[in-house]
């Protein structure tokens, strides 16, 4: 795909879908409505791919959250020709980021290898092995265009305030020394439990998962099998990754079902071996997740997708006669038109157009009320030791008796191309009902942090987990660090569609999830990438998984 000009004179003028956005969701629409046939159009006011989704240079992250977090001013009204069957409806965008921190510690540094870094706008994010995202780049056959590396290692951090090696397979547990032989034994009952259970049902009707016990929530189906706090600590946040202290009924938004976790068990499991070269269950693709957006967008444009960046979106078009979608104004004064609209969700449906919009299913089960609080600091320290990639789960009320959510916590090292290799990019995460309960788990998360690298930091030597840090002993073990609330925003189908936002997941499941049933809502007799030939992902020349 080859830059074109400012303004750039777009024809034809007319196509099936025109699709506004290059994130994550947007760019799949796109690739899966091209390669059905369609003539699709994909737009993006930024002079980059990825949108909410996007990998930035520091300086770039930096301008926009700045610049996402202040509300844009209207448009100028744009003018009609009384002549035309149609009419122009101005656009409004609305800011789904604030309570933007940033900070430099050590500018000159920083400046010194300002090429090298490579930010993740929506981390924490990795890629399980067997997970959707992973099946889709695989059908769609965009793995040519991609490279991954596995994340070396998963950690918890139990209630002793020490990092636990969290052990995915029984081969794990067998191997890890920093359990006892009580709790291996436990752990290798469970696991060969849940295998029992996931057997084909004419190999083990016996030793199936009672359907009571599966619509029960996950906690008491543990609590019945008698696992002490510790595993099941480790079962519920760190493998099947729930969200809220699971114990709590007035603070859990969402009881994680046992038929849940053993999904996610089996995920995990599952992940684990699936690709000869891969390490563990994790991938991480090099130069950051924005890669994935750019990848099924040039799948898309191999099958025909045209793409002009650097083009904003300014109104829609209804018609006069009936009050229907009829296509966009650009920037430029271009009128384009289509049968079908996808919109970053960023943008707000105007009163004047009248839409039915429906919930996507998938999202809508979820708690849509919620914000995602970021924090993404860059460092000289690993968590661990000899170790560049790795996962760091703080479970609920590990860092303080108010915090209500899970924190996850992801290092990734310069030998994936996010920073030098000296470097690297820790990015945090958790859930939370306004900015300041995110805030204050993000704030206790990095100071736990710090206090791991007090070793090694000669200003840091006494740091408590729970005291606030100040900027001297930050700027001591940090050299870059950005702070944020994110908005969520559930995916929308109608007339025009919106695709949804990034959510607080550690993967992309519930994305792929909504992605694949608006592409069904908007084309029901059309398969969602017919296959392709490809099926294994690259791998690069030092033998790991890419």
């Known amino acids: 795909m080859t830059d074109l000009s400012p303004d750039p004179l777009i024809d034809p003028t007319t196509f099936d879908l025109i699709v506004v956005g290059t994130g994550l969701a947007e760019s799949i629409i796109a690739a899966a409505a ?21 990998t930035l240079p520091l300086h770039d992250l930096a301008s926009f959250l700045n610049s996402a977090s202040v ?21 409004q965008t609305r800011s789904l980021y604030s309570d933007v921190e940033i900070s430099s510690y050590a500018p000159e540094v920083l400046q010194e290898h300002s090429r090298k870094f490579n930010i993740d ?49 029984r081969a794990a547990i067998f191997k890890d020394k920093s359990l006892s032989l ?35 929530p996950f906690v008491e189906f543990l609590n019945k099998l008698r696992l002490p706090q510790k595993m099941k600590s480790i079962i519920l946040y760190a493998i099947s990754l729930a969200d809220y202290d699971q114990n709590d009924t007035e603070v859990c938004k969402k009881k994680l079902l046992t038929k849940e976790g053993i999904d996610r068990l089996a995920l995990y499991h599952t992940s684990i071996g699936r690709f000869q070269n891969a390490q563990g269950a994790l991938l991480y693709p090099l130069y950051g997740q924005g890669e994935l957006s750019q990848a099924f967008c040039r799948r898309a444009a191999v099958k025909g997708c045209l793409y002009v960046l650097r083009m904003p979106v300014v109104a829609l078009l209804k018609d006069k006669s009936n009050e229907h979608y009829k296509g966009v104004r ?20 105007p009163r004047q157009l009248n839409l039915s919009l429906e919930s996507l299913q998938d999202v809508s089960l979820r708690d849509a009320n919620y914000k995602v609080a970021r924090g993404i600091y860059i ?31 992801l290092q990734i090292g310069g030998n994936l191309a996010v920073c030098p290799e000296d470097m690297f990019v820790i990015y945090i995460s958790t859930l939370c009902a306004n900015a300041n309960q995110g805030k ?49 925003s559930a995916g929308q189908f109608g007339p025009v569609s919106f695709s949804p936002m ?40 030092d033998g790991e998984e890419s």
């Open 379 to 409: 460092t000289k320290h690993s968590l661990v030791s000899d170790v560049k990639n790795c996962l760091l789960v703080y479970p609920p009320k590990a860092l303080f008796p108010e915090q209500v959510s899970s924190v996850r916590v």
């Open 330 to 349: 650009l920037a430029s004064g271009q009128d384009i038109f289509s049968h079908q609209l996808v919109l970053d969700p960023c943008f707000m449906v």
């Open 71 to 91: 509300p844009s001013p209207p448009s100028p009204p744009s003018a009609t020709d009384d002549a035309l069957d149609y009419v122009s409806v101005d656009l």
């Open 182 to 216: 009580t709790e291996k034994n436990q752990l290798m009952r469970f696991f060969k439990l849940v295998q029992q259970h996931l057997l084909p049902a004419e190999d083990n009707e016996n030793s199936k998962i009672s359907q009571e016990d599966l619509d029960s």
């Open 34 to 54: 091209s390669a059905a046939g369609k003539t699709v159009l994909h737009l993006d006011p930024n002079p980059y791919y990825g949108g909410h989704f996007a």
């Open 440 to 488: 204050e788990m993000v704030r206790a998360a990095i100071n736990a942090i710090i206090s791991l690298f007090a070793s090694e930091c000669s200003d840091a030597s006494s740091v408590d987990q729970n005291i606030n840090i100040n900027a001297e002993e930050k700027g001591s073990c940090l050299l870059w660090s950005a702070s944020y609330i994110q908005e969520s």
């Open 502 to 541: 990034p959510d607080g997941n550690l993967n992309y499941d519930d994305l792929m999830n909504a992605t694949f049933e608006l592409f069904q809502k908007m084309y029901p007799n059309e398969e969602f990438f017919p296959k392709t030939t490809s099926t294994a992902v690259h791998q690069d020349d």
């Open 121 to 169: 706008l929506a981390g924490p994010r990795v890629l399980f092995c067997a997970d959707k995202c992973i099946d889709a780049v695989l059908k769609a056959g965009v793995n040519q265009y991609l490279e991954f590396k596995s994340i070396d290692a998963s950690y918890f951090w139990d209630e002793n305030g020490k990092l636990v090696n969290v052990p995915g397979s």
